[in-house]
């Protein structure tokens, strides 16, 4: 039996510096697993691997051409894949897409092939294997369907938002949505929520491990702004699921009916509908002499960090339609920071009666001026501290990590190695 090894699917990391849960975590497997194999989606940044200490790096495994993915299409693998698919949706109002489907095929088919041709080469055909994935994409039914080869892989995966819930996909459409969860042997969402609905879609529960992410705490508590003041953050991509538009607008609303109150915004965050949505700033917010407002497009975590820490705040804002566990949330809880937000996914784990305020997801302008202006009563600095002891209890790294580690990759490591044991050897 040769060493167990956990090959771990990321985004971009180690290439990317900027993933920032990969990089938090890889410190929990290295103590556990003599072997760490990093499998990275795509590279973003020229990095020598032989940097990090104790690691392997595979080639991406999901970021193939759409040319090296043809071959796979038109394989009877594919055409298997293809009718399966749409005979799950049988029963379903909504039906599979062709352009997403198609390339969902490849990139499963694709990953498959570069795994297994890792197994082969690493020699680890007899050997306990765990595959961890981040996400819970396309790539881990591929990963899965290795299984039929090599009977002691065990698939963990987590599980978040876009890669989970069917409303965050173009159309309502999710590929694979039903045969993914049947090729994972443990199902990780970072949320009650999620949770909830991956039993409703059939999963088993004794598969289904909720295991919350996390943050280091902040260096310090957020001091609030002054009497008199708002100060307010958000942090999100552009992309419409976060509804900036609508936050502008709330903003706008507020200021009109607050002449009183100053009120000073800062938003972090890029994405392709950056542009718009600064202009639908410049021109709403601009000519309110109660508001200022800075927009610093995308931040490093590090910055992100720093400033929670460092800038008088009286709260985080969150507008979204949808939502997994947001880490804009976390964050905000890391340093004291109370958040208001609307009621999806998962959001209502983080944001409490003791961490902030929750509103509909269709908020009238109204619910949402009361609701900043109940910020200006979580200004206390006891009031804060009860949301830092809260971050530490729920959403601590190191302690979420740990659990993570022991209860859901040494277990399936465990049974690899009696699988290797008891048919392989």
Known sequence: MGTPCLIYVTTSFPYGMNDVFPADELPFLLDSFSRVVLAPRVVTENISYEQIERLV???????????????FLASMAAVRLFIREYASYKHCAIKPRLSPLLRAIGIALHAKSVLRGFLVRQKLVKTPV???????????????????????LRVVTRAHGGDLYPERSPYGYLPFRFQRTRAVDMLCPCSENGAVF????GFPSDKVMVARLGV????????????????????????????????????RDL??????????????????????????????????????????????VKEVRAFLAAHPLDGL??????????????EALAVGLPVLATRVGGVHE????????????????????????????????ETRQLIFDFFTRNYFQDANYKKFVSEALVPQMEISRSIVRTVLD
């Open 57 to 71: 790096s595979l080639s991406p495994v999901l970021s193939a051409s759409k040319w090296a993915k043809v071959p």
């Open 130 to 152: 765990v595959i961890y994935s981040y996400w819970f994409n396309e790539a881990v039914l591929g990963f899965g369907m290795l299984r039929e080869e090599f009977p002691q």
């Open 198 to 201: 991956l039993r409703h879609e």
């Open 216 to 251: 280091p705490p902040g260096k310090n508590i957020c001091p609030p702004s002054p009497e008199g003041h708002l100060a307010l953050v958000s942090c999100s991509s552009a992309d419409p699921v976060k509804r900036l538009p609508l936050l502008v607008d709330s903003l």
């Open 255 to 300: 200021a009109l009916h607050r002449p009183d109150l100053r009120i000073s915004w800062r938003h972090m965050g890029g994405g392709e509908g950056w542009e718009a949505f600064r202009a639908r700033a410049d021109a709403a917010l601009m000519p309110l002499p109660n508001v200022r407002y800075t927009l610093h497009g995308h931040l490093p």
């Open 317 to 330: 804002i969150n507008v979204s339609s949808s939502e997994g566990i947001p880490v804009s949330m976390m």
């Open 350 to 381: 983080l944001v409490t009666q003791h961490t902030g305020i929750l509103i509909p997801k269709d908020f009238s302008p109204e619910q949402f001026r009361n609701a900043a202006e109940s910020l200006l009563q979580w200004k206390s600095f």
